[in-house]
Nanobody, 120 residues
Framework: VQLQAFGGGLVQSGGSLRLSCAAS????????MGWYRQPPGKQRELVAT???????NYGDSVKGRFTISRDNAKNTVHLQMNSLKPEDTAVYFC???????????????WGQGTQVTVSS
């Protein structure tokens, strides 16, 4: 299973970025898709997850600014990030919890991470 992320980069404070992540490979069903981030010198933290395409969960620091969405047909998750702040600077990791189409067991998969830098 592979996760390919797109859309990181450098943006000024108050700007917007959109991250996308596409999952491919031996997937029977994806139960959860989402994003986590790791700011410099800090632990990885929740940004947002979406379960089944409708049930969302956001980290407190991004509520009202970020929106997660999912395209089930394309196994893709998007993160629209608005009103970005310097403290949003981090490496953003795509994440899925899925059932393999080989053994139908549950697995977690993390992407390699994409850098988001917000300048003040």
């Amino acid at each position: 299973v592979q996760l390919q992320a797109f859309g990181g980069g450098l943006v000024q404070s108050g700007g917007s970025l959109r991250l996308s992540c596409a999952a491919s490979g031996s997937i029977f069903r994806i139960n959860v898709m989402g994003w986590y981030r790791q700011p410099p010198g800090k632990q990885r933290e929740l940004v947002a997850t979406v379960r089944g395409g409708v049930s969302t969960n956001y980290g407190d620091s991004v509520k009202g600014r970020f929106t997660i969405s999912r395209d089930n047909a394309k196994n893709t998750v998007h993160l629209q990030m608005n009103s970005l702040k310097p403290e949003d600077t981090a490496v953003y990791f795509c994440y899925i919890h899925y059932n393999s189409d080989r053994d139908y067991r549950d697995y977690d998969k993390w992407g390699q991470g994409t850098q988001v830098t917000v300048s003040s």
